[in-house]
Nanobody
Framework: QLQASGGGLVQAGGSLRLSCTTS????????IGWFRQAPGKVREGVTS????????YYRGSVKGRFTISSENAKNTVYLQMNSLKPEDTAVYYC??????????????????WGEGTQVTVSS
């Protein structure tokens, strides 16, 4: 019901745009978050958007470099990633969760997960 795409290999300082297409649930009833999991680390939420009004939230590690947006007519959320760093290397996942969780982004409160897309940033 969610599909992430757009990952790839990029040099440090470069940019990538991820997309998360959704289906099978009412888009505006959920917040959509982007999560990432680096090798050997726990999956962490880095940003989310309230699809009902477009309000974004960013964790400190990505604030000012990543921009989340939604295109409700297409039930799709985007993640524009600029000024990428090697420490951004991870598998990126999108997830749908109820709005009350959009600022804490707990993994166990995600109702729907998409398959991940690999982002690799070389130094």
């Amino acid at each position: 019901q969610l599909q992430a795409s757009g990952g790839g290999l990029v040099q440090a300082g470069g940019s990538l745009r991820l997309s998360c297409t959704t289906s099978g649930f009412t888009f505006e009833d959920y917040a959509i978050g982007w999560f990432r999991q680096a090798p050997g680390k726990v999956r962490e939420g880095v940003t989310s958007i309230d699809t009902s009004d477009g309000t974004p939230y960013y964790r400190g590690s990505v604030k000012g470099r990543f921009t989340i947006s939604s295109e409700n007519a297409k039930n799709t959320v985007y993640l524009q990633m600029n000024s990428l760093k090697p420490e951004d290397t991870a598998v990126y996942y999108c997830g749908a969760l109820r709005r009350r969780w959009r600022l804490t982004l707990p993994n166990n409160r995600v109702d729907y997960w998409g398959e991940g897309t690999q982002v690799t940033v070389s130094s």
